[in-house]
Nanobody, 123 residues
């Protein structure tokens, strides 16, 4: 069983930065692929950033060059540094953990999900 708790969301002006964190419980955190998803009202959930258990990363085209995902297996955390934020980044952001990184990346199938944190970017 893994519990995920996100933090770090808030209101920021366009061009600003935020850093989201996801704290995970459990002893096997390092075995899980992790992802940050977001969902805006009326839109489908989308994978924003992904990091495998081995540290390989991938990003949605819309955030490449602006967002950076990282993980600290000693502290059981995964972070999302978001720079140059745009109003279209406004959404609820959720972290997810999955043993199958393939399923997490391709169909958004997470084994565990956090409760989410809201990010609002004003123009």
């Amino acid at each position: 069983q893994v519990q995920l708790v996100e933090s770090g969301g808030g209101l920021v002006q366009a061009g600003g930065s935020l850093r989201l964190s996801c704290a995970a419980s459990g002893r096997t955190f390092s075995a899980y692929a992790m992802g940050w998803f977001r969902q805006a009202p009326g839109k489908e959930r989308e994978l924003v950033a992904y990091i495998s258990s081995g540290g390989i990363t991938d990003y949605a085209d819309s955030v490449k060059g602006r967002f950076t995902i990282s993980r600290d297996n000693e502290k059981n955390t995964v972070s999302l540094q978001m720079n140059s934020l745009k109003p279209e980044d406004t959404a609820g952001y959720y972290c997810a953990a999955a043993i199958s990184g393939y399923h997490l990346r391709t169909v958004g199938r997470g084994d565990y999900w956090g409760q989410g944190t809201q990010v609002t970017v004003s123009s």
